[in-house]
Every structure is written in C-alpha cells, then in structure tokens.
C-alpha cells in the first residue's frame, strides 16, 4: 500500500476520534512545545542580546577602553573582582596618548557617568545616568537628538553648563513645557537644556532614556570625573574591518604607556559588544545542554502514552484487522497502516507542538521584556522527532495487529 | 461442463485443543466449476465453517490438496494466501463486515487498496461496482445510515470490485429478514446469471434452494452432493 494511502487512511481514523487522539498525543504536543518555546526565547534572546543588547549598550564598530569590565553578564570570582578594583584608573592622559598614537582611521570619545538627580521647579527626577562626555560621543552611539542640538566641540573646550535630556526627563520634568533653554539643576549647579534626545525605549523593560549628557569639562565633572580620571574612553573605527586593528593599537600601547612586561596580565580592559554577550553565551549554553534531556523525557513519556493507545486501538479494531486480511491486506500492509497511523499521530501532536510553542513563546514576549525568534532548525527538529517517536511507538502495536490470524479477528466482538 | 475453479482432493483441517485433536475435515474431496452456484450445508459441527475457511484461503488444510484457479494454495504463505483472497475471493459474511466509519464507497474500495490499484481507477470501478447492485444512490453513506440489506449490498459490491473467480458467502441472509433476504438471494442469482460463480455456506434449506447444487457435509466429510433441480436459475 502506498504511504500516501496510509496517511490518509490514518488521518481519517484519527479525524474520527478526534478527542481520544487529542489526549492520546498530548505528550508529543507538550514536549515539543517545550522545545518550540525554550528554543524560541534562547533564539531570542541571542538575536536581542546582539542587536540590542550589545550593540546598543557598546555600540556598533566600538570598544572602549576601561579599568575594568563594566557589562558582566555572567558570574565572576569575588578575587578577580577585587583585582579589578586594584588596577589603575584611566586618565585623560592615557585617552589623549591613544588619541593620538592610534593610526586607523577612528573617532573618541573621553566618558565618566554616574548616577545623579536633576530637578527643575521643585521637580525631580532621581537616579539619572549623568554622562560626561565630549561632542563626539552622539556620533559613535547614534545617539539622535529629536530636538534642540548637541553640544559643540567649543563647548566641550570650555566647559559649558549644557545639558542633553534623555526623552523621560523631559516628560517627566517638563511637563507639558518647551525644555529647550530652560534650566535644570544638577547636583546644585545650574545647566541649560539645549537638546533633548530621541526616544530610546526599553531593554529588559529598563528604560533607556533616563540620562542626560554634559561636557565632561562641564562644572558638575567633579561629582562624575574626579581628579583627572575616566570611566571609558570610547572608541569607534570608521570603518568596521578596522575594529580589530584599532583594538590591537590601543591593547599594545596602553601596554607600553604601562610599562607591562610580556608576561603580565594586562591591567586595563576592552570593553567589546562580543566580551558583553560572554555571560549571556555561558547561559544559553548550559539551558542547550539541558534542553534536549528534557525534551527527550516529555517525548519518552508521549510515546509510551501513544504506544499504549495504539495497542488498545489494535485490540480494539481487531475484527477491522480481520476484514482488512480477509480483503487482502497483507502483514505489512496491517503493519504499515498502524506504524503510519502512530507516526501520524505523533506528527499531529508535534504539529500542535509546533504552533502551541510559537504561540507561548510570543505571549512570553508580549507580557515580558524577553523577546522571542522562531529558529528554523527547531521546527524540522520537532517535525523529525514527532515522526520517529510515533514510529517508534507504533512498531509493536502494529507488529501485534500484522500477526493476527484472520479468523479469529473477523470473529472478534 | 466448465472448468473447475475449485479442485479439493482429500482436504484435512484438524486442531489441537488443550491435548486434545480435533478433527474438522477428515477428507473432502470436491470440484466446483466456473458459473456453478453451489451451497454448503450442514448442521452444526460438520466442518461447514472449516470448509469456508479453507475456501477463503483464510485458513490452511493439514492435509490433502485445494487448487483454486489452477494454483495450488495449500502450501501458501500468509502473504501470498492475502493476494490470493484479494484477487480470487470475494466475501460476503453474515455480519457483513463493514468498516464502520468508512462510506460505502471506500468500503468497496478496500480491496483495490491492497491490489495497488490507482486512486482514480478505484473510485471508478467502486462506484460501478455499487451500481451492479443498486446502490449508487447511498455511495457516501456509512453504514450505521444503511438498512440491513443495503449494508449486505454493499458487501456483495465489495466482493465484486476485484472481479473474484468465486464470490464466498457464509450465511449472508443471517442477520436478515426474509423480506430482505428474498432480495439478496436475488442478487445473487441475478450475479450467478451473468456468469459469476457463487459458493454459499448455510444451514437454512430456503436459502440453499437458491443454489444449483447442494453439498452437505456431516463429521468432517461429504455425506450428499445432488443439483438442485427446482432451482430459480
């Protein structure tokens, strides 16, 4: 009998009962919806963590030269945390020797932030990330400035009391008001608003528009740049293939301006889009890891479920066996039919798997910040698995159906 | 006279119970022509259901030969004794066994399935098969929506589909009334008419009236074998 007349024969035997197949492939379903759904969420969260994440918090060609690591995603010894704090800060010094000693083609950007609270006309708004910078720092992290401008190079050389507000500062302190040239207090000093920034939204339902940018020369630098030293220097390369070249540059100078003997460590840090997804890798690694096992257990349990119907369906059916045999069916016709019909069964389950998976892993994303990409590859993965564990499944049912003697089927109540 | 379809020389078919042997066919010797309308009668115990059995090819003899159609299918292997019920035999039973949730068009479409004819031919030869027995109205009814008869046609048009060298029926107006019943034996004089040789297993004489030819078995062998001759040809 040819397969596609058995899929369609077993497709007409489930489609009748259609409730008793419905539970009787729920453990198919379940396993693979798990599968669907993890996989979805991991795949997700890779593509947001390298899109957004990364290249949003890091930026897009950009590293920057740190004391220490500031994205850590994954978990690190309280020792080398300690040795972090231990090393030496970067200066302004060491951001304009690089500045000048780097030879690709790359632009800078001296940066300290920390957290402050601006207030305008008895409103606050606590718990700012207040960034010091210079001018460049809008072109290496596009950041897009909806009104008003960015402040100038001039500016910066001066040190201007000048302030970009980040889009929530602006609702939240002016209200309902133009905060272009209006002032805003910042650690008890007076600024004007010269530019507000375009809205940035959410990462991890965090918003990324409570911050305001200044002139790191600016008259609050003391409460965010003391004593001559940097948080970062920011360093985009014009054009992407001369990222590593770049990094390369600034790793051997600061090494030499270190005076760091080949066998040293090095005592500073390049922060990259790549380095900040490391403790993200780690986990999606381990949850890869331990997914397949439990999977394999949902399955397990959803073939034993559709071995135990299919038999009870092959007692069942008996004297249809018999006819059929009686008709001229063949032994692996009567197998074929049942393997087919399990295999069927399972593909059916694995289908709703399917469609249950994307569906749960796109609710996960519609009420939590985690996002959500269908993977490709997870869906043929289901899709085998749901024919081979039904096939699996169905091989001793029908083995027991094929072995039947006509006779005594036909007579079989 | 025709050829024979059926040749059964000295057929035996015992079983062992628990120790015990016993003997159904003790050696039947029988030959059935083309176009014969033959009944098997019996009363219980003589072997009659044996004997249908081994006629259907759904059972092997433990001794003696049966040729059917020319081939020797005694010695068959399960796979090729189904080829042969499904290209030589066709049944109908007294329960008639339908597929319960299938139409009676895929009903009489089941043998060709197993024959490996294409889906089109199928459904063209079942329906013309349903016709032959007046049915083509109820194609797509199953057969809980099917009166008694109606289901019985359905089997005979069935048994037909594959162009069977016998149409095999084992009591096939048991579940029936006798107004139905009359019908039924109707067709399958009318089917006897054009040729279609029929063997028929039964133990009511009113049925096997039907028949040209009546064989009786008793203990597992032939007591009588005579034409029928008030038989409605």
Redesign the interface.
């Known amino acids: 009998m040819p397969l596609l007349e058995a899929v369609r024969m077993a497709l007409r035997t489930i489609r009748s009962q259609k409730l008793k197949s419905f539970f009787s492939l729920i453990g198919v379903l379940i396993g693979v919806t798990f599968l669907i759904a993890v996989v979805s969420i991991i795949q997700g969260m890779n593509v947001y963590m390298e899109d957004q994440f990364a290249n949003r918090l890091v930026g897009l060609n950009t590293f920057s030269l740190r004391q220490r690591p500031d994205i850590v995603t994954g978990a690190v010894k309280e020792e080398e945390w300690r040795s972090w704090f231990r090393r030496p800060r970067i200066t302004y010094a060491d951001a304009r020797y690089v500045k000048e000693h780097v030879t690709v083609p790359a632009t800078f950007a001296m940066f300290c932030s920390d957290r402050q609270t601006l207030s305008f006309e008895g409103k606050q708004a606590k718990d700012i990330e207040l960034r010091g910078t210079e001018d460049s720092y809008f072109r290496i992290k596009n950041v897009d400035i909806a009104s008003g401008r960015a402040f100038s190079e001039q500016e910066v050389r001066t040190g201007q009391a000048v302030v970009v507000i980040g889009d929530l500062i602006a609702e939240k302190l002016y209200a309902g008001v133009d905060p272009l040239g209006k002032s805003v207090v910042i650690a008890g000093l007076p600024y004007r608003v010269i530019g507000v920034a375009a809205k940035q939204g959410t990462l991890f339902g965090i918003s990324m528009d409570k911050f305001a940018v200044m002139p790191y020369t600016a008259p609050a630098r003391r409460w965010i740049c003391p004593h001559n030293v940097l948080d970062e220097l920011e360093i985009r390369a014009t054009n992407p293939a001369d990222v590593q070249v770049a990094m390369g540059q600034v790793e051997a100078l600061m090494r030499s301006r270190r005076k760091l003997r080949p066998d040293e460590a090095n005592n500073f840090f390049l922060q990259t889009p790549e380095a900040a997804l490391d403790g993200w890798k780690k986990i999606s690694g381990i949850l890869m890891t331990a997914l397949p096992g439990l999977v394999a257990i949902s399955l397990v349990v959803g073939g034993i479920v559709i071995m135990n119907i299919m038999l009870m369906a092959v007692s069942e059916r008996t004297r249809e066996i018999g006819i059929r045999k009686a008709l001229g069916a063949r032994r692996r016709d009567i197998l074929s039919q049942f393997v087919v019909e399990s295999a069927t069964l399972s593909l059916v389950g694995a289908a709703l798997g399917i469609a249950t998976g994307i569906g749960l892993a796109f609710l996960v994303k519609a009420v939590t910040p985690m996002p959500a990409a269908v993977a490709p590859w997870s869906i043929v993965v289901a899709v085998i698995l749901g024919v081979s564990v039904g096939m699996i499944a169905g091989v001793y049912p029908a083995t027991r159906a094929a072995r039947l003697d006509p006779i005594a089927a036909l007579r079989a109540e | 006279m025709n050829r024979a379809i059926i040749e059964i020389r000295d057929l035996t078919r015992h079983y062992d119970m628990g120790g015990e042997t016993i003997h159904a066919l003790r050696g039947v010797t029988l030959s059935i022509h083309a176009n014969e309308y033959v009944a098997i009668m019996g009363p219980s115990g003589s072997g009659k259901s044996t004997m249908m059995?081994m006629l259907?090819c759904?059972?092997t003899p433990s001794g003696g030969e049966y040729w059917l159609n020319g081939q020797e299918v005694s010695r068959l292997t399960?796979?090729a004794l189904?080829?042969v019920?499904?290209?030589e035999i066709g049944?109908v039973?007294q329960t008639f066994?339908?597929?319960a949730?299938?139409s009676a068009l895929h009903n009489v479409e089941?043998?060709l399935?197993?024959?490996?004819v294409p889906?089109r031919d199928r459904r063209s030869r079942a329906i013309a098969a349903l016709t032959r027995v007046g049915l083509a109205n109820r194609m797509d009814h199953r057969p809980n929506e099917l009166s008694g008869g109606q289901r019985q046609r359905v089997a005979i048009a069935?048994a037909l589909v594959?162009e069977p060298s016998i149409l095999l029926a084992d009591e096939p107006t048991g579940n029936l009334d006798s107004t139905t019943s009359e019908e039924i034996m109707r067709v399958f004089s009318e089917l006897h008419g054009q040729g279609q040789t029929v063997v028929m297993v039964t133990h009511e004489p009113d049925i096997a009236a039907h028949a040209e030819r009546v064989v009786v078995l008793r203990d597992g062998r032939v007591e009588s074998d005579r034409l029928n001759r008030g038989a409605a040809a």
Do not use: E, Q
């Open positions: 059995n259907g759904l059972d399960d796979d189904a080829r019920r499904n290209k049944f039973f066994n339908l597929l949730r299938a089941l043998p399935v197993y024959s490996g889906a069935r594959n």
